[in-house]
């Protein structure tokens, strides 16, 4: 295939089939080119949408696993100590060891699907070098 530039001629004064014929030669080397490269681009955008799904699944898993299982602050209730006007009592042990297991249990969770989330971009890396090749 000549992929130089075709020799444009004057009109009416040769054949214009050839000069058709290496124009749309071009065209479709061109348009195979693109089709190739727009593949590849829907490829990488479905794998990544898939990542993002995964990972978006497992930090919404994670949240709503901690809401179930931890306690949540009713603010009707602080809205109503502060109306009552009541002398406050020292709090015991019981809420500041609430608040330490909270965090001990979300920290734990947060760090368990941070390992769950490297563990498929590990797993599914190889996979993607063995593509592209």
Same mark, same amino acid.
């Given at each position: 295939?000549n $992929?130089?530039?075709?020799?444009?001629?004057?009109? +009416?004064? =040769?054949s214009?089939? /050839? /000069?058709?014929?290496v124009?749309?030669?071009?065209l479709? %080397?061109?348009?195979? &080119?693109?089709?190739?490269?727009?593949s590849? @681009?829907?490829?990488?955008?479905s !794998?990544y949408g &898939?990542r993002?799904?995964?990972?978006?699944g497992?930090? %919404?898993?994670?949240y709503g696993? $901690?809401?179930?299982i931890l306690? !949540?602050?009713?603010e009707?209730? /602080?809205l109503?100590?502060?109306?009552d006007?009541?002398?406050?009592k020292?709090?015991? *042990?019981? *809420?500041?060891?609430?608040g330490? @297991?909270q965090? @001990? $249990?979300?920290?734990?969770?947060?760090?368990?699907? &941070? /390992?769950?989330?490297?563990? +498929?971009v590990v797993?599914? &890396?190889p996979?993607n *070098?063995? =593509?592209e090749?």
């Amino acid at each position: 295939m000549n $992929l130089r530039a075709p020799k444009i001629s004057p009109p +009416f004064t =040769s054949s214009t089939e /050839e /000069e058709k014929d290496v124009l749309n030669e071009r065209l479709n %080397l061109y348009k195979d &080119k693109l089709d190739d490269q727009w593949s590849g @681009i829907k490829h990488d955008l479905s !794998e990544y949408g &898939k990542r993002a799904a995964i990972i978006g699944g497992v930090v %919404l898993g994670v949240y709503g696993l $901690l809401n179930l299982i931890l306690p !949540e602050a009713d603010e009707e209730e /602080e809205l109503h100590v502060v109306e009552d006007r009541r002398p406050v009592k020292k709090a015991g *042990i019981g *809420i500041p060891l609430a608040g330490a @297991i909270q965090s @001990i $249990l979300w920290t734990v969770a947060m760090s368990w699907a &941070k /390992e769950k989330v490297r563990d +498929f971009v590990v797993a599914d &890396k190889p996979a993607n *070098i063995e =593509s592209e090749e």
